[in-house]
């Protein structure tokens, strides 16, 4: 009841259908749906070989982080040996298993299977044409993180400590820890190879708008000296301007 009071609130005077609407955008189920429409939507462009605006092959203030990366080695043959390989084996694994069940039931457990293995591809494609389409870039009042739809949000220059390299001794491959994140299109894959030490806690925002909080970021990236040195200078900047207040 809260929730719907709080609606009411931002949407004086509105009716049933407002209400809807705006319960429906705070809901988790709109946000998975909406992120797997974009995920699938990708794809689509992806198969269709869509000429689609490269974020840093245009804008000297943009860094990718796929031209270099292993991630492609995943997303592009991975799937492919996902169908032509692995599907198959599934599906004959499960012909043996219901071999004398009902041929209503078979089917079921057949199509279920390649229903999944289908959508597991296609969302390998989307994700992949998504980190392409993306970049993280220097703006005006901090550096934008985008990386398809895995993160997103905003570092600002004051909040900048230090910048380094980051060593493959010295990259983690851990999931997400207290004090850090990873951001990366496979951690594992693609090492970090940047790290941002911040002064103070920022949130960033990974899948399905979940919050994340952190003062050390690792990052990976195609050009991490460029990106060092075109930071640092934003950087400086501002604590230039802040000095001189």
């Not at 209400?19 to 995920?39: C, D, M, N, Q, Y």
């Not at 103070?200 to 708008?209: A, E, P, S, W």
Request: net charge positive.
């Amino acid at each position: 009841m809260g929730s719907i009071r709080r609606v009411r609130k931002e949407y004086p005077g509105g009716g049933r259908i407002r209400l809807i609407l705006a319960r429906l955008r705070r809901s988790r189920l709109a946000v998975f749906v909406l992120a797997e429409a974009k995920v699938m939507l990708a794809c689509l462009r992806f198969l269709t070989v869509t000429r689609r605006y490269v974020p840093d092959s245009h804008d000297p203030d943009s860094f990718s982080a796929w031209r270099n990366g292993n991630y492609r080695m995943l997303a592009i043959p991975g799937s492919f040996l996902l169908l032509f390989v692995d599907l198959p084996i599934l599906l004959f694994l499960a012909s043996l298993v219901s071999g004398g069940g009902a041929v209503s039931a078979n089917w079921a457990i057949h199509g279920g299977l390649f229903l999944a293995g289908e959508y597991a591809i296609f969302w390998l494609w989307g994700d992949w044409q998504l980190i392409k389409e993306t970049a993280h870039r220097l703006e005006e009042k901090g550096l934008r993180i985008a990386l398809g739809i895995r993160w997103r949000g905003l570092v600002p220059y004051d909040a900048v400590s230090r910048v380094e390299f980051l060593t493959d001794t010295e990259s983690s491959f851990d999931p997400v820890r207290e004090g850090r994140l990873t951001i990366s299109p496979w951690k594992k894959l693609d090492r970090p190879n940047v790290r941002l030490v911040l002064d103070n806690t920022i949130t960033l925002f990974t899948l399905f708008d979940r919050a994340r909080r952190a003062r050390i970021l690792d990052l990976y990236l195609d050009d991490p000296g460029r990106f060092i040195g075109c930071l640092m200078i934003r950087v400086e900047g501002v604590r230039k301007n802040l000095v001189e207040a």
